[in-house]
């Protein structure tokens, strides 16, 4: 069974970091564009990055420039997102996606084939 499993959220300061992590199990990563997405309450899912299969990223959203990367080990079937200088304002429940193309777009954004069931990030004081 394909699975995504992200993990590493939690409660943290402003301006502090986390790293999250999306696992697959059933699959390997390496064939896939992977993205990062997140949804704040009462908001509609956005997305925040996107790594392709050769590692080429793509970031939507701008409020996250600078501060966040993605990566991705494909020998731990594996993709990270660390979360720099964290701000109130991104707190969200954050999910991770994959689509077995090699490439990032706002089309492989829209149409993504799995998903986790995502991890809470709260940034508070």
């Known amino acids: 069974q394909l699975q995504l499993v992200e993990s590493g959220g939690g409660l943290v300061q402003p301006g502090g970091s986390l790293r999250l992590s999306c696992a697959a199990s059933g699959f390997t990563l390496d064939s896939y564009a992977i993205g990062w997405f997140r949804q704040a309450p009462g908001k509609e899912r956005e997305g925040v990055s996107c790594?392709?299969?050769?590692?080429?990223?793509?970031n939507l959203a701008d409020s996250v420039k600078g501060r966040f990367t993605i990566s991705r080990d494909n020998a731990k079937n594996t993709v990270f997102l660390q979360m720099n200088s964290l701000k109130p304002e991104d707190t969200a429940v954050y999910y991770c996606a994959a689509k077995r193309v090699s490439y990032c777009s706002d089309y492989v954004f829209r149409n993504m084939d799995y998903w986790g069931k995502g991890t809470l990030v709260t940034v508070s004081s």
């Open positions: 790594i392709s299969s050769i590692s080429g990223i793509t």
